[in-house]
């Protein structure tokens, strides 16, 4: 026992004695460490250290973070992808702006946005809809500190802006063009898919031979696939200009075909050289039966919106095409047979799909006013007061 106590206290002396040593050698090592690291800072500061701020006060917090955002990056805006916004209720934007949004830009038809949108962080293109007030457009542009402008919105049809196609490059030489001097991008008019568009533009582009238009937006409305790409490449033959579609819609009354409609579309859009931009009609609630909004009634997104806006919603091309009739003009990269794929808007691609049905659906466009088939019989518009401003889309 006297044995066991001698030794324990022998040993423990010994560690002591050791760990003393220890701890000086390791104080002296520090101290020299410190001072190395604390005159190389001084000499020459690393470029590398100033990215880590937001890492304080631990200085290995930096690679977790950036081990992090590699892991979960925050999706990238779609440059084209834009939303026509009628919708009636402030909050709605909320959604166009989340985090998993790819929604770029936004218009809403009208010259200057209300706060809620100004203050979105979403890119706002303004619209000089008509002629009224135009006279102080260049002010009311500069002021919002704008680069793109849209200007007359369906000057053919007599119940949207209904412009005299020479009266209307009247004012565009007189009021629009100017603003180029302050390297703005000039939209064109938007006129209807209907008969009287095409010759519309026509007139106009005749009687506008020195007006700068930057793009030309196009609206379109219709049955089928093939209809739209016939259209979206006749217009881009004849007026040679890059496109805009500040409006499209399939108006079919079956839920499965406007959204694999706007899911096959907008792939392609996006894949479109001569189209820049694009935005869906619309981000809005139900409105008289409608299947094309993208927000449900509680102004939420529903599936379709949920495909437009949302990038954290796969999109899978999962059944087989039904048959159409809607024949586009090239080949490659579309469904020559005018068909639609099944969209899964959710994450698990075992789930059901969205809308079940599969119907097929010819690719004739709406004739005459392309809005006419759109709001039923008789070509009834749908007015809508947009934010207290009296515009009609």
């Known amino acids: 026992m006297h044995f066991r106590l001698s030794f324990v206290s022998s040993f423990t002396a010994l560690v002591l004695s050791a760990a003393a040593h220890s701890s000086s050698s390791l104080v002296s090592t520090t101290a020299a460490a410190s001072k190395t690291i604390a005159s190389s800072t001084t000499a020459a500061p690393s470029t590398t250290a100033a990215p880590s701020t937001t890492a304080a006060p631990s200085t290995t917090a930096a690679p977790s973070t950036t081990a992090a955002a590699a892991t979960n990056p925050a999706p990238s805006k779609f440059p084209k992808r834009g939303l026509a916004f009628a919708a009636d209720n402030a909050t709605d ?13 936004i218009y809403n038809w009208g010259l200057v946005p209300p706060n809620y949108i100004a203050d979105s962080g979403i890119e706002y293109i303004p619209m000089q809809w008509g002629a009224a007030d135009i006279d102080t457009l260049a002010v009311t542009v500069k002021g919002l500190g704008a680069k793109t402008i849209l200007t007359f919105n369906e000057p053919d049809f007599s119940q949207q802006s209904n412009m005299n196609a020479t009266y209307a490059a009247q004012l565009w030489m007189q009021f629009i063009e100017p603003l180029k001097q302050d390297g703005i991008r000039l939209g064109g008019p938007a006129v209807s898919s209907g008969d009287t568009g095409r010759p519309w533009l026509q007139e106009f582009m005749t009687a506008c031979s020195q007006c700068t238009i930057d793009f030309l937006p196009i609206h379109w409305y219709g049955d089928g696939t093939g209809g739209f790409y016939d259209y979206l490449y006749q217009i881009n033959a004849q007026f040679n200009k890059t496109i805009w579609v500040t409006e499209f819609a399939e108006t079919s009354s079956n839920d499965s075909v406007v959204l694999d409609f706007m899911n096959t579309t907008i792939t392609a859009l996006d894949g479109l050289d001569f189209v820049e931009r694009y935005a869906w009609f619309g981000y809005f609630r139900p409105k008289d039966g409608s299947h094309y909004n993208l927000l449900d009634i509680n102004g939420d997104l529903n599936a379709a919106g949920q495909v437009y806006v949302d990038a954290a919603k796969k999109v899978v ?30 994450s698990d691609t075992g789930l059901t799909p969205a809308f079940a049905t599969q119907t097929g659906n010819s690719g004739s466009r709406v004739g005459g006013n392309g809005i006419g088939k759109m709001c039923g019989v008789g070509g009834v518009m749908l007015f809508a007061a947009m934010f207290g401003a009296g515009l009609v889309w």
């Open 93 to 105: 934007i909320l959604k166009a702006n989340s985090t998993a949004s790819v929604a770029s830009w």
């Open 317 to 346: 091309n999962a059944l087989p095409n039904p048959t159409g009739t809607g024949t586009p003009p090239i080949g490659d990269g579309f469904n020559s047979a005018g068909g639609y794929t099944t969209v899964y808007p959710a």
